[in-house]
């Protein structure tokens, strides 16, 4: 790696930097070595995170080495030990005058960054580097804790308080072997990450989040989302110490919004209603306890719990805390406009002071808070809900986070903190969280319509005086989007000497920026409230969206200033016809609100992307929203971001009104020092807005993109010096509709002839995703391109598997398809394993039906399944982008449109799944896509197959490749009502679906039928086994029967062996026939006992335990239906023989406890029973 010097120190860096990221090191190290803050902005793709990991990890050895060098010419008393190297080159240790310098002093360092997924990112380029510090990961216990129990509780202050009460009493294994594990150099001196720390949790059997506390102690350089940095109770929970640290902010563009939102807290009705209802059940139980036990109130009585200590009359006082808190939130009389009461921040102690919360209290009130959740933690009691204290406890930290240093009375010490904040006060509107109180233990008290307490922080330098306060050596806040940095220095309210804008790396011939007034209508394209839903803006934006998808080739970005803005102008445009013409351009993705949907949907982005056949995809998103974010578009995912409009915060909102006043206010007092004013302030959050949505183009240096700003108001002198500094030379406003195209259409054209193809890396992951694609072949290019483009993200993804509030699917199920493809599964309603040779009597009864009906047929792979697979994936893909020749389209004729029904598919049924709906989703719009799985689940609930036929035959009618979709999805019809929709497609389109009988038949149906096979083939079997032996040795013409056993074949009478049937062959036979025998008998005596309704669901039970070996559930249902009747006893002692091995002894000792008696005699019982 070239060794780099940057302001006298030798940096190790990848390769020869480019002249901004030598910049960019150098500003870096002028804050380290002059002990001062800095805000560097440099553009994504210009590398950075490597420059800022580079450049700190240098600093930091020089730094240890100019120690060395002290201590060293100290004990040489000025001799040089290496004549060729001079301690002077060594360094200094930076330390004023004489004092001495010790290896403690070398500062720690604290990267932090927005989430735990852009940390991912970071700790896999220190990998990339030649560094190799002692790092440490910090992570909540969502992300890190692998306790069974405690990972099933869904809040996470439960989890937190049931942690502690776990590591109190040392009841958790995983806890228990932190200390010895935290000296293994496997874990002490490997890179880690979230994940890697989870995985070795696992694998050590050590708690992986008291483990990263533990290596935090010796670790040089700290790992952190920057929420626990800026927010003083986190910062206090994980015990992070900050004096002489260098504290990096890594996408600090959202630095300001975060040091406010961890200043601020809103109380709730709901909040303090499920608060008092904690309390009550604590004192009511203390009480009882008491009177039980006859002491008098008057003694200190120990509960019998261990977690909390603490007396009734304690108890009480909390309560009277909180009613009284309650009644004084109340009794604020609010403006019958409803706009709510502003008070001033000095307000909030005024209001505290009424219910007994005081500088003075607030520690005790903590600390009975802290032990009444520890309380109901240790007990998981399932019916309390604890968040209401936990608002609580955060109020009252926030509110008291600074105690008054010595000498300094409580009103001043009220004063300096109130003048940051505003109180706000307004009626509870939100309805939405008492209707899901219903629960019959909820107290009436929550249902009452109340106040909010808002206690808003609206100065984000608050915050950072809290760091500076804590002895931090140097901060530095970096990102791609900060301009314009005066303003920002000015949010923050602490100096920084050190600034930078840098550059791109990029030439002038990569990008290409517009600024587009009008549409191609001529009609003006303002996004302002009183514009932005007017039916010929959104007309004229629709064409302008569609003539400029046209251009962009591959992936085209359109961000809108807002959720309700885009979904109220995506559907004018469907109701117009607009989406459509959008669709034959490039087929739309939409942005969801919610998190669930969003993998699903970007990547469904990526793949269109990158298909070939088709010219692109368009993907529809929000300024502020989830693709804004730490996504990166690079190469052909992102070719194009087109802004439809400047996304102001919403001025109605009370919070933004209040920050306006707010900052007018700071500026009158500031006695003639420049400060931001309120509406500058306005401006600038819908600039650095859209500053994060250009960034989502243009990431590296080999990529190129157009950015399209189509909005008239772009074109002030204000809003164009507010863009990127990077962007600005390039800014040109078109006043005509068609030298936009003009310009921008020769850009992309010259652009891809001079650079060169976006190059493929593969890792190892890569290489198995490609090896595999290549032995199946279909999607071969698609797939393998859409992998590749997101494996950057795959790591970071893959940790929402391992957080509980963020799963999407059962732990325990496979994660190897999509939860629609799983959907799909769960119409047959039956229970697929992978192709084995049957172990026991369970595998053979599944083999056996699979034999018998053809299903084995289904778990073919390679190259069968790529044959039987491409016809159904690709035949609807076919759709040919209309290419503008003047005014002429190119229409490709397709002549040899066949009717007749596919080959069977070679997947099992969840594989199969999977890429049917990638067809539908390829043929569907958005819309329809999402219209179809909804009459999916419909159907799976509901059972309602008419309404189903109805819902998808209309989205297939008129084009012939959607009814090949509705013929298809004949395999995931349920048994009783194939025959019917076979019928229905016959008469609708003239398709066969290759009904046959026996698809009609259901499992149970399917079982018996099996069975009897089984036993006429044994008994015919045996006949030909007995004439045979009866015959000429050298005539046998039979099969091992072994093979029964080993999962291999049915007999096949035309197979002939060598050699003759040996006597041992012949008893496992017999034995075979056996317990074919024993099955049908039992299971005749169960349907006969339990009727068909309820063996269907013991039938059901036992398929789920082979597939499971889930012992508990089993247990459960088949015990519910065993014991109901006396005569069933039997049976239930009987059913050991479906019992796994490792389950025999728990089952017969649950058959003793069971009846009460040893299992010999239970047995001798229940035959006795049956017989009466």
Known sequence: MPLIDVRGVSVNFPFTPYKCQEDYMSKVMECLQKEVNGILESPTGTGKTLCLLCSTLAWREHFKDSISARKIAERMDGVEMFPKRPMASWGKADKEGDAPAYYTDVPKIIYASRTHSQLTQVISELKNTSYRPKV???????????????????????????????????????????EEKSTDKELTNTILDVEDLVKNGNKHRVCPYYLSRSLKQQAEIIFMPYNYLLDPKSRKAHNIELKGTVVIFDEAHNVEKMCEESASSDLTPYDLATAIDAVNQVLTLQASTAEKSGLSEDFNIETTNPGLKMDVADIAKIKRILLDLEAAIDSIELPSNGAGLTKPGSYIFELFKQAQLTFETKTAVLDALEQIMGYFAERNSVFTNTSGLQKLSDIIQIVFSRDPPEGMSSFAAEQSIAKHYKVHIHSDTNIHKKKQRTDPWSSTTSTKQGKILSYWCFSPGYTMHELVSQGVRSIILTSGTLSPLSSFTAEMQISFPVLLENPHVIDKHQIFVGIIPKGPDGVQLSSAFDKRFSPDYMASLGNTVVNIGRVVPHGLLVFFPSYTVMDKTIEFWRENGCTNRIEDVKPMFIEPKGKGSFNE?????????????????????????????????????????????????????????????????????????????????????ASRAVNQAIGRVIRHRQDFGGIFLCDHRFMSTDARSQLPLWVRPYVKVYDNFGHVIRDSSQFFRKVQKIMPPPKVKLDNSCKDICSEQCNSKPYSSNAISSQLSNSFMRKAKTLDSHVPSLKKRRIGTSSSYDGTAQLCVEYEGEIQSERKKPLGLLEALDHNERKAFGEEDEMLVGEEKASRLSTLSLQHDKRHDDEQRGNKKRIKLVNSLKNEPLPDSTLNKAEKAKFYLASVKQTLSQANYHQFTQSMQTYKKTDDFDTMLAELSSLCTGDPLKQFLLRDFYQFVRPHHKQRFDEACRSLYGLECGFKPEHALSNLEKGSLMLNATKEKNESGACALSATQNSTKNTSSQLDASQLNKGGCHLNSGVLHKEPLKRGDLLSKDKSEHQSNRLKDYLDKVKEALGPQKYQQFFVSLQTYKKTDN??????????????????????????????????????????????????????????????
Not at 155 to 169: Q, W
Not at 606 to 631: H, M, P, Q, W
Request: glycine share 6%; proline share 4%; with cysteine.
């Open 1111 to 1172: 012992y508990d559930n089993m247990v459960l249902e088949i015990v519910s239906l065993l014991t109901e009747g006396t005569s069933d006893f039997a049976l239930l002692h009987s059913f050991t023989v479906f019992v796994r091995p490792h389950h025999k002894q728990q089952y017969n000792q649950m058959l003793k406890e069971l009846m009460g008696m040893p299992v010999e005699d239970t047995l001798h019982q229940a035959k006795a029973l049956t017989s009466k």
């Open 136 to 178: 440490c990961v910090l992570g909540s216990r969502e992300q890190l804790c692998i306790h069974p129990e405690v990972m099933k509780q869904e809040s996470n202050h439960v989890k937190v308080h049931m942690c502690r009460a776990k590591m109190t009493s040392r009841s958790c294994l995983y806890y228990n072997n932190v």
């Open 601 to 685: 949907v970007i990547n469904g982005y990526y793949t269109k992307v990158n298909d070939s056949s088709i010219s692109g995809a368009s993907f529809f998103a929000v300024c502020r929203g989830k693709a804004s974010e730490g996504l990166d578009f690079s190469d052909t995912n992102g070719r194009g971001v087109l802004i439809t409009g400047l996304p102001f915060p919403p001025r109605m909102d009370p919070r933004v009104i209040l920050k306006m006043q707010f900052l007018d206010e700071v500026g009158k007092r500031a006695n003639g020092i420049k400060c931001l004013t309120g509406q500058e302030w306005y401006r600038q959050q």
